[in-house]
């Protein structure tokens, strides 16, 4: 008996030991691996720039429009240098984002507001259910002239059309997220005692954020086109953002400093897709919608 109980302590300590070795394939944190997963989710990025890049500049060379017209990325990227290093660029980013966060915020609010509101009531489902659709299919700018007859050139005709055009998809994706909460997982928290307030903040709601964070991600799409246009026909005061920059380099005739901001709106939308793409995947990977 002793010798036994002596053998298993030894086999036991053995696979401590090779738990505790780096490297192993248990170790799915290790640096290598972390640095695995980073360039796999890096490289198709990189790649699809360096080709879009190429592109645009043979296009360029090509001859297809004059270079005053449409210059390559060997002139755009210089001036976009040029802009970011300047404290005005800064001011106008500064500028648009808050916009936009502000404008998201509000929508934000009302969208969770509306979705409750339909998924708790058939009659009001019934109601007003084609009408949320329905302003989702709109375009936002068929709402600017209304927005600057109720408020004038001011900033709250932005934060109007934005709240418009990105409240819908958002009670949308909540609504869509509640109708797919397992029925056996409603009967769980039934059983649980959940009732009232506590059914939605415990149970339904965390169910449903997978499909709700889909629905943020669109209406954060619909928020930032609404304010590319509400800056560029909405003028405030001369007041410098990023859609103001875009419209004194339309009328300068610049078109580097023009395709500069594009490329700077274009870098803002990636940044915030990756991160709605990284909530995306966090929560599916705690609910248990993946195997990564």
Do not use: C
């Amino acid at each position: 008996m002793p010798e036994t109980t002596e053998r298993t302590g030894r086999h036991v300590r053995g696979l401590d030991a090779l738990e505790l070795q780096p490297g192993r394939a248990g170790d799915e944190n290790g640096p290598a691996r972390v640095a695995a997963r980073v360039w796999s989710a890096t490289w198709p990025k990189l790649a699809a720039i360096t080709l879009l890049l190429v592109a645009w500049q043979a296009l360029a060379w090509s001859g297809w429009r004059s270079e005053y017209v449409f210059p390559g990325p060997d002139r755009v990227l210089p001036t976009l240098l040029a802009e970011v290093t300047g404290p005005e660029f800064w001011t106008a980013v500064q500028v648009t984002v808050r916009r936009a966060l502000t404008g998201f915020a509000l929508a934000l609010a009302v969208g969770v507001l509306i979705g409750l509101a339909v998924t708790r009531s058939r009659a009001l489902r019934s109601a007003i259910g084609s009408l949320v659709t329905g302003l989702q299919t709109m375009p936002s700018i068929v709402w600017f002239p209304f927005a600057m007859l109720l408020y004038g050139i001011t900033e709250s005709a932005i934060m109007f059309v934005i709240v418009l055009g990105a409240a819908p998809s958002i009670a949308t994706g909540l609504t869509s997220g509640i109708d797919h909460v397992s029925p056996s997982l409603l009967r769980a928290g039934r059983t649980m005692g959940l009732r009232g307030l506590q059914h939605y903040t415990l149970l339904i709601v965390p169910a449903a954020l997978p499909m709700f964070v889909s629905g943020l991600k669109q209406g954060w799409a619909f928020a930032w086109r609404s304010l590319m246009a509400g800056e560029l026909l909405v003028i405030i005061n001369q007041q410098n953002s990023i859609g103001w920059a875009l419209s004194q380099a339309r009328q300068l005739n610049d078109a580097e400093r023009l395709l500069s901001y594009v490329i700077v709106v274009l870098l803002i939308g990636v940044l915030v897709d990756v991160f709605f793409n990284w909530a995306d995947r966090a929560l599916r990977r705690r609910w248990g919608l993946t195997q990564d």
